[in-house]
């Protein structure tokens, strides 16, 4: 009985002196470090920093790719900073598309929840991965690969993707190639695409030059 009682009072002594850091809730207006934002000061975090409503509605899909992603992460979402996770919500209407695109700072395992959806990721060994999914299926994405989803069904898609990073990053291969100033003669030097591609390409998703 008597050990028991040490036993607990000590734990209790070492937890009240272990400096272990439970949260790191983003201050957005800090700077960015490599390992994420600095953190709020501990005396200013509430529960609310540690929840999101943010994934209960569909996003809108009212654009050229009819699809919507809404991130969760670090920015969006400061309670998930410094602990190597976060979430996206996928919307795809009928015909839409996540065009190819990579996660550049972590693995991506995505969650189908309504309707069908077809997925792939091409590897560096230019290997390709494809699935169509329903709902309950999941599928994984190697960090930094090139991968898609596309609407695999007459219905209205959504699926959630779980991040192993808080700041996982989103690049978009036709957007990188299309929708910026890079001038369209490197554009066609670097894709063996003819002008006239290139350009409408821009014209459509807004580039110039
Ligand atoms: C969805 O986006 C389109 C295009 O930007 C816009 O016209 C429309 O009002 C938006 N719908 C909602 C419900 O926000």
């Known amino acids: 009985m008597i050990h028991t009682l040490l036993f607990l009072f000590s734990l209790l002594t070492f937890s009240a002196h272990a400096a272990v850091q439970d949260f790191c809730v983003a201050d957005l207006k800090g700077p960015q470090t490599p390992a994420g934002y600095t953190c709020k000061p501990a005396g200013t975090v509430t529960v609310d920093d540690f929840v999101s409503t943010g994934l209960r509605f569909a996003g809108n899909t009212s654009n050229i790719i009819k699809a919507a992603v809404t991130p969760e992460f670090a920015e969006q979402f400061p309670g998930v900073n410094g602990l190597g996770i976060s979430i996206a919500r996928l919307d795809l209407a009928v015909g839409g598309v996540v065009p190819m695109h990579t996660h550049p700072g972590g693995n991506e395992l995505l969650l189908v929840t309504q309707g069908f959806v077809q997925a792939g990721f091409v590897s560096s060994a230019n290997e390709v991965y494809v699935k169509t999914l329903e709902k309950g299926d999941i599928m994984v994405f190697p960090q930094g ?16 993707a779980s991040f192993s990073s808080a700041t996982p990053g989103l690049q978009i291969l036709d957007f990188a190639l299309f929708a910026n100033d890079l001038p369209s003669k490197l554009v066609e030097a670097t894709t063996f695409l003819d002008d006239a591609t290139v350009k409408a390409l821009k014209a459509v998703l807004g580039g110039t030059g």
Do not use: I, S
């Open 145 to 160: 690969l090139l991968h898609f989803q596309v609407n695999a069904g007459g219905v209205t898609a959504v699926a959630f």
